[in-house]
């Protein structure tokens, strides 16, 4: 294919995406462990989640590895802000009806300062696109949110 | 069911989503006219989905024209802007691989003023979330940016 | 809503659809304390429900009411029997494997009066249709009809 | 087959499923030609998938056979009439998102002599489980509809 | 159909699946009690697998009966080794998020003598695939996978 | 990247997944301009992918870019045989019912000498998996396997 033999673009047709120096780690206004003293579902949920990536980490599978980088790059703060791209995966999440992403997605949110109405607006653009069959998340959803904000 | 016993909660209590009064429709920069101007991809998809929307009123069915409603209602200016709205849009429909769906709010966020990059920043996280699986989706989503924006 | 406020189309074009006048609310012949009785695992699905719906009404989110209410009107009597709306609200729940709403309609179906082999015969459909990831849930569902009709 | 071959279990235990002798094949009220003839959408559909399955067939692969075989049973007349089994198939099509499985089923339902008002009816059902991303289907199907039914 | 009237094709032309009697029962390096010896995920997992299959048993159907037959024959030893058969449902499953799907033919797997290596290798495919929504299903593989290998 | 200039973890901690200089390019018995000779379904399939991937390539975005780099490595030479995971790229692809992923696959497979009885074997686990769903998509399936390999 062609696309291998010619030359890298030059910089200024890169219209598309900051170079990776322009983008970075987001500030959030609280701590995993903040949200954990807040809701026993959040605490639960980030207590298993480590216990088990570290079994991961531990496998230390390349390519594993090279997809979680790439992962983490995508909610840098960028173009858009963080926040923005937080919601974006909950709403990812929520379409694909995977509570532990949903849980992850709406915790990292409310780490960045993201409000309650904001979280549920972004669950209704999922609700509608995805219809009934979310509602079983979206009532476990609404319990963390209920826990985190309430 | 204790829900449908209770008095409704008073506005005060409102604290997830603004009233009716509250949302209001978008301005929007550019008309679909002008999409189809620029795009002949854009032009193809609204053509088609206008003739193929209007049978469907003609049918007049009673739920899906309620449905229609909540559905517009989703992306109005709200608690989040509906540039972001329409950008969640966009990413809901790439995760759950929706070609028209796609195009719909791609022009929908062009529409708003919505950059080519805040639109590939968007599709990135689909990307992420729901994996390889997209790239077809991603190729002819990229194509419709390249003439609308190019 | 300003759609039930508007003139309403005139009957000669309502083809597909009959007026909200002539949906109406099914007749149960068992009520869901009546199916908590017979089936442990039905009560226990209805009690978390009950529980989590109380919680998702508290947050009186505008989009989410209005999409409870059509979900509620697409499983009234109408121009099919509300028996046969349930069955495939059972069989789209099978499809998209999500046991919540496979026991939610089952439970609704039951409450109906429709047999166990009239069960069966509908998740058939959704096995052929959507394949052996469906053994898990088949399983589950088959569990919850031994309680039910057993 | 080895099943057919070996001891049938009694018929008293067969709780759930009409043993084979009596399902039987639905009677039509209309042929393939006859949607072909209303429908170039059907036309279309029908004549391609013939031409692509005697492809499969002359392929003759056993598992393939035998999948088709069961697909085959499942839509059989048995303890749920035919049609309510194709109006299933349709749901289940709409809720997976697929034109084709969409366009078999509801030809297969009108030669049944399922009214267009049953149709939009299952449709509906499909539309509030799985969400706006079928909309596009949905316009197809109402376009197929109207032109079977119009 | 034509198809159906037409005469089968002639054995000669059967370039795509062996017949029957060249698939044979692959043979396993374990039991599934050797499993759960080593791993209690196993254990809890294929103990509730057999309790729920006791009941779809009893139950009798005769359309789940042929499709679990058909499921069968699919893993095999055939064209293809039972190993890589269990290996692509591991993926199948993978990518269609189902946990016990997952689990279930990971053991297989395991009891045919695949490594370590060849189920995070197969993982792998899946993972970029179907993208960072398997991540919460990755790990409890992984912790499946340590048990079991550990 | 990044990823490269870090300190890699010591070969004794990799237990799941070989170093990336273990890692190889297949070798391919065919060209993708053999594979267009033989099928003009093959043809038109790269034909558009290689003009579509062209206008992602200008693009020149980041993260696409990553993720296009480790979608490639997934499927090199590894501990399983690069032949082995572009099946299980089709069963994927054929699960998730992406006809253009199929076709990729598929045509991967050929080139790399896999048979088309070996083909088949695969697409019929993904056939059982993922159910009736997948039959429009086998049959365009095995239009392309009829054309490469007839």
Do not use: W
């Not at 983008?23 to 989640?49: G, H, Q, T």
């Amino acid at each position: 294919m062609s696309t291998t033999t010619s030359p890298h673009p030059a910089p200024a047709e890169r219209a598309s995406e900051r170079p990776a120096a322009e983008r970075r780690e987001p500030v959030y206004l609280f701590s995993e462990k903040n949200v954990s003293e807040k809701s026993e579902i959040a605490r639960r949920f980030l207590d298993s989640r480590e216990r088990l990536n570290a079994n991961v980490d531990k496998a230390n599978n390349f390519l594993v590895k090279r997809f979680y980088n790439i992962d983490h790059h995508a909610y840098l703060e960028g173009t858009l802000p963080a926040k923005t791209k937080e919601l974006m995966g909950l709403v990812a999440s929520a379409c694909l009806r995977c509570d532990d992403c949903i849980f992850y997605h709406a915790i990292q949110a409310y780490r960045l300062g993201v409000t309650r109405a904001e979280q549920e607006e972004s669950l209704n653009v999922a609700l509608i696109v995805a219809g009934s069959i979310l509602i079983p998340h979206l009532r476990r959803a609404y319990e963390l949110l209920q826990e985190m904000y309430g």
